[in-house]
């Protein structure tokens, strides 16, 4: 079975200070992570994604996750955040297997930024 | 290129009545996925079409059935609608393994 867990529904944090949400998976077969935001009333915007390469990968609006196989997490990360980033943010892994995708996305985290 | 788009935006229905959503994928992408979101939930899998046939289907009853046209745009119908089935249904559409959504449409059943 393929699963994604984020620890924290919610995640308030001041303006221009750090966060970082977190993503965990499980998968018994290689995955693909991405991290997608959704502001209210609107579909996912996608952030960032690993395919394959590089574990630490950059996004759009200043984000960055690392993929960290070992501990099989994807959290994402922004140094400095913004108001704009108030939204809620989906962490999802798509598999491969015997010609057949599978997507699963986590319960989100609605980030709020704190002026 | 004006991404995947859905159509209508927003939907009122009555339990027990039938509606039909549709979804124009991202120029060049062949695959499209359909998705419901129940509010303050993630999205949920319902199913996939590729080359104008199901692919998959995650654990949708048979009420949620769709369709995929030869420009790739997509249908999903959902018959006999329940107030359970009131949520955010989006449209995805992907090239290989990367997945892009549509703004979605509204479904309120009354």
């Known amino acids: 079975a393929q699963s994604v867990t984020q620890l924290d529904s919610q995640v308030p944090v001041f303006e221009e200070a750090p966060v970082e949400l977190r993503c965990n998976y499980s998968s018994s077969v290689s995955v693909y992570l991405f991290w997608y935001v959704q502001y209210p009333n609107q579909g996912l915007q996608l952030l960032l994604k690993y395919l394959s390469g590089s574990t630490l990968v950059k996004g759009i609006n200043g984000f960055e996750a690392e993929f960290n196989k070992s501990q099989t997490s994807f959290h994402l990360r922004k140094p400095s955040v913004h108001i704009s980033d108030t939204a809620e943010y989906f962490c999802?892994?798509?598999?491969?297997?015997?010609?057949?995708?599978?997507?699963?996305f986590g319960t989100g985290t609605k980030l709020q930024v704190i002026p | 290129d004006a991404g995947v788009t859905q159509s209508p935006t927003h939907l009122i229905k009555t339990r027990g009545q039938q509606v039909t959503l549709r979804c124009s994928p991202k120029s060049g992408h062949d695959t499209v996925s359909w998705y419901q979101q129940a509010l303050g939930q993630g999205p949920q899998f319902i199913f996939q079409y590729y080359e104008e046939e199901e692919r998959q289907r995650g654990n949708f009853p048979d009420r949620f059935s769709g369709h995929q046209f030869p420009n790739y745009s997509s249908e999903l119908n959902v018959n006999a609608l329940l107030l359970g089935d009131s949520a955010l249904y989006l449209c995805?559409?992907?090239?290989?393994?990367?997945?892009?959504f549509g703004p979605g449409t509204r479904l309120t059943v009354t």
């Open positions: 995805a559409s992907s090239w290989l393994n990367e997945q892009y």
């Open positions: 999802a892994v798509i598999s491969n297997s015997g010609g057949y995708q599978k997507v699963t």
